[in-house]
């Protein structure tokens, strides 16, 4: 079974960047996909960015463009970098795997029981 880490978040002011990162164990890394998913009070679970075991990347509306994906095989590690936070980013943050990444991840994450789930990681945005 994957197990996941996740580490990064706290309390940023609005404009601020945040480096979450997801180390993983229990599976062989190079060959999974892995996802990051937000989860915000009273919403919905959705996928926020996923990576590829070849390394392309998906990102979700709101944050393309202020987000960066990255994988580190030979540390078994998964970095999502945001910028531009907004409090509308306020959310736990999880990692998951694996995953399949494509166009439409989170829902097809959200709906199965295939990934394995990390702790979560608090994110928080002041305005």
């Known amino acids: 079974e994957v197990q996941l880490q996740a580490s990064g978040g706290g309390l940023v002011q609005a404009g601020g960047s945040l480096r979450l990162s997801c180390v993983v164990s229990?599976?062989?890394?190079?060959?999974?996909?892995i996802g990051w998913f937000r989860q915000a009070p009273g919403k919905e679970r959705e996928g926020v960015s996923c990576?590829?075991?070849?390394?392309?990347?998906y990102y979700l509306d709101s944050v393309k463009g202020r987000s960066t994906i990255s994988r580190d095989n030979a540390e078994k590690l998964v970095i999502l970098q945001v910028s531009s936070l907004k409090p509308d980013d306020t959310a736990v943050y999880y990692c998951?795997?694996?995953?399949?990444?494509?166009?439409?991840?989170?829902?097809?994450?959200?709906?199965?029981?295939?990934?394995?789930w990390g702790q979560g990681t608090q994110v928080t945005v002041s305005s």
């Open positions: 998951a795997a694996p995953i399949f990444c494509d166009e439409g991840f989170d829902a097809i994450t959200l709906k199965s029981s295939f990934a394995s």
């Open positions: 229990g599976y062989t890394f190079a060959e999974i996909d």
């Open positions: 990576i590829r075991n070849d390394g392309k990347p």
